[in-house]
C-alpha cells in the first residue's frame, strides 16, 4: 500500500501537474487571438485562474480517480509487470504530447476546430 502511495506522489502527480502546464501552453495559445496585449494578458489570467481551480477542485480529483483505476487495474490483470508497463506509458504519453507542443506547435494537439483563424 504504501508503494502505491509513493508512486502515485512521485510519479503520476508530477505527470498530471505536466499535463495542467500543457493546458496553460494551448490557454497562450488561444489568447493570441485577442490583439491587445493588456486584453490578452488578462485574458490568459483568467483563463489560467478559472481553469486552476476547475482542474484543482473537479478535473483533479476525477483525474486521480481515473489514474489510480487504470493503475489497479493494470496490477491486477498484470501484475507488477502491468503496472510497470502503465507507468511507462502514461511518461511516454506525456512526453509524446510535451514534444509536440512545444516543439511542433499547440496547433498540433487541437483539433481542426479549435486552431486560431490565420491572419
Known amino acids: 500500500m504504501k508503494n502505491?502511495?509513493?508512486?502515485r506522489n512521485y510519479y503520476v502527480l508530477p505527470c498530471c501537474l505536466?499535463?495542467?502546464n500543457l493546458c496553460v501552453e494551448i490557454v497562450s495559445y488561444k489568447a493570441r487571438v485577442f490583439g491587445d496585449p493588456f486584453l490578452r494578458t488578462g485574458a490568459i489570467m483568467g483563463m489560467v485562474l478559472f481553469g486552476?481551480?476547475?482542474v484543482g477542485f473537479v478535473?483533479?480529483?476525477m483525474i486521480g480517480r481515473l489514474v489510480g483505476s487504470l493503475q489497479r487495474s493494470s496490477r491486477r490483470t498484470g501484475g507488477e509487470?502491468?503496472?510497470?508497463?502503465?507507468?511507462?506509458?502514461?511518461?511516454a504519453l506525456v512526453f509524446w504530447l510535451y514534444y509536440r507542443v512545444y516543439i511542433i506547435g499547440p496547433e498540433s494537439v487541437l483539433p481542426?476546430?479549435?486552431l486560431n483563424p490565420k491572419i
Open 59 to 61: 478535473v483533479s480529483p
Open 81 to 91: 509487470l502491468g503496472e510497470i508497463f502503465f507507468l511507462l506509458l502514461l511518461g
Open 18 to 20: 505536466l499535463l495542467l
Open 4 to 7: 502505491a502511495h509513493v508512486v
Open 52 to 54: 486552476g481551480s476547475l
Open 112 to 114: 481542426a476546430e479549435w
